[in-house]
Every structure is written in structure tokens, then in C-alpha cells.
């Protein structure tokens, strides 16, 4: 076993697995689907960073000899279906684990309040969660809230991002019930990890702005550093000035690995690989940070 494991296993380091993306690693036989779900080990806790689409999350850790009984927290990082509605699945595992007196634990769920409003998208009525709090409560601990939220000494919900970079406000996405303009998706949130050799940003989908994540993270951290960006960035079929403003503030933070995957297009990917290395990311991936 080489060393950087055998800190991490000792509970000095993170361990992230993707469980579900939009990609699957070349030769890896697990499944992939239109979502993110992370399975992140950490200071002896399990964490499972937004939950996909299905229950395709629970299959592919199974897959891969990983248990899902004992999770400490459920992190979302907003409402949307491709990272809730595998939450359903969760639900229904937990239950069922209760129903035969097999051990399992009660998780935190941490979200922003407004990922469980309902939304409806063209001819869609609903793309927000299928569960709703009160229910939800039942099985969960529920820590709903703007504010950031400490998950352990080295790891922190962002909580609501603020939008402060131009050229990353959007026209929204879908209508929330009781809304006439479009859902600016306030609830969008991250994850950073403080290690040993910078931050380590763990996304959904950006829908905040990932330079927003970013500002936001450093300045809640302190830190400046950037050891790694992973996740989702929202870099589908961007205009000009967002994909070029982005790839400029990020060749101007220095980030020592980029990560991106879920929804990120081709183009926006080697427009990025020009300002740093590009891991390629896919269900099985499994990355070791100190």
C-alpha cells in the first residue's frame, strides 16, 4: 500500500469516489446517467455529496464492494433532479435496512432551504426533489441553511454563494412555484476540503458560477491555494465572454489540477486544458487528497 494511502486511511487525508457522472473510465464496467453523485471519506466520516438521478449510485457502489449504510451526512449541492432523485432510492434503502433491524446510521442532510421548492421547466412540471422536508425529517437529521456549514475540521459546505462576477449571471433555469421570472438557483452550493496542499472544491453543477464558488471558498478558508477543482462546472455550450472570463480567472488563480465533469462540454474542457492539467473524470474514479 503506498503511503498517501495509508494517511488517508488513518484519517489524515480524503478519499473521493464518483459513483455516478454523465461518463464511465474506459474498461471500468459501471454505468453512467445524466448526474453526479461523490462518495467522500474523510476524518472517519462517510459523506455522499449529491445522490444522481436513480438509484444507479447505490448500484455502482455496490459494484465496487462500497457500503452506503453508514453514511454521516447527505450533502446537496442543489435541488435538481440529475443530483435529487436518487435521494428517493437512499430513502427507501435506509428504511428498508430499519425495517430488518440491520445496522445502519441516521445521516445529516445538508442543503440550502431553497432546494426543496418545486420547479417546473417547459412542458416538465417537475424538476426539483420528489421529497419534501417534513417527510424527510424522518429519516434524516435535517440541517437546512444559507449560512456555511462545518462538516468536519477540514471540510465546509459553502452554504448560498454570493454572485459577485459579471460575467457569470445567468438568465436562470425553470420557474420555482410562486415565481414569474426564471430560478436563479440561489440553493447551488459547494464543498471545499483544506488540505495540505490547497483547497479542493467539490461541485454539482456551478450553477452559482464557478469562479463564484471559487472566490467564495478562498474567502471563507483563507487560503489561496488551489490544489484541485472537481465536479460539475456548467460550461454547456457557454457564450464567448463567460468561457473566456472563466478560463482567464482561472490561469490567474493557479489551480494545480482541474477536474471537470457532469456539465462540462468538449469545447470548454480544451479551452481549460490550456490553463492547467485536466484529470479525466468518470464513474470509478478514485482520487486520494492530503
Known amino acids: ?58 448500484k455502482n457502489a455496490w459494484k465496487m464492494g462500497l457500503s452506503l449504510d453508514d453514511l454521516d451526512f447527505v450533502l446537496l449541492s442543489h435541488g435538481h433532479m440529475d443530483h435529487t432523485w436518487g435521494l428517493e432510492a437512499l430513502t427507501r434503502r435506509l428504511c428498508e435496512l ?64 454570493p454572485r459577485r462576477i459579471g460575467f457569470e449571471q445567468t438568465e ?16 447551488d452550493s459547494a464543498l471545499v476540503y483544506r488540505g ?5 472544491i467539490i461541485t454539482g453543477c456551478s450553477h452559482a458560477g464557478i469562479c463564484n464558488i471559487v472566490a467564495q471558498a478562498m474567502d471563507l478558508t483563507g487560503e489561496s491555494r488551489i490544489a484541485d477543482i472537481i465536479g460539475g462546472l456548467h460550461l454547456l455550450s457557454p457564450s464567448r465572454e463567460r468561457l473566456e472570463g472563466t478560463v ?11 477536474s471537470p465533469c457532469h456539465c462540462t462540454d468538449l469545447n470548454s474542457k480544451i479551452a481549460l486544458a490550456a490553463v492547467t492539467p485536466l484529470r479525466e473524470v468518470g464513474v470509478g474514479l478514485e482520487v486520494s487528497y492530503l
Do not use: W
Open 1 to 58: 500500500m503506498n503511503p498517501g494511502r495509508r494517511l488517508i486511511e488513518a484519517g489524515h487525508g480524503m478519499k473521493l469516489t464518483v459513483l455516478v457522472d454523465n461518463n464511465t473510465l474506459i474498461d471500468r464496467y459501471y454505468e453512467g446517467e445524466p448526474g453526479l453523485s461523490l462518495l467522500i471519506e474523510e476524518d472517519g466520516l462517510k459523506i455522499l455529496f449529491d445522490c444522481g438521478y436513480s438509484d444507479l449510485f447505490l
Open 98 to 161: 430499519r425495517l430488518e433491524g440491520r445496522p445502519c446510521k441516521r445521516p445529516a442532510l445538508v442543503a440550502h432551504p431553497e432546494a426543496f421548492t418545486s420547479i417546473a421547466l417547459d412542458q416538465c412540471p417537475e424538476i426539483g426533489p420528489l421529497l419534501e422536508p417534513g417527510k424527510l425529517a424522518r429519516h434524516y437529521d435535517m440541517r437546512l441553511g444559507k449560512a456555511a456549514q462545518k462538516i468536519s475540521e477540514r471540510l465546509l459546505f459553502l452554504g448560498e454563494i
Open 172 to 187: 436562470g433555469i425553470g420557474f420555482k412555484e410562486g415565481q414569474d421570472t426564471p430560478d436563479r438557483i440561489m440553493d
Open 196 to 200: 495540505s496542499e490547497g483547497l479542493v
Open 248 to 258: 482567464e480567472y482561472l490561469r490567474r488563480i493557479g489551480p494545480e489540477t482541474l
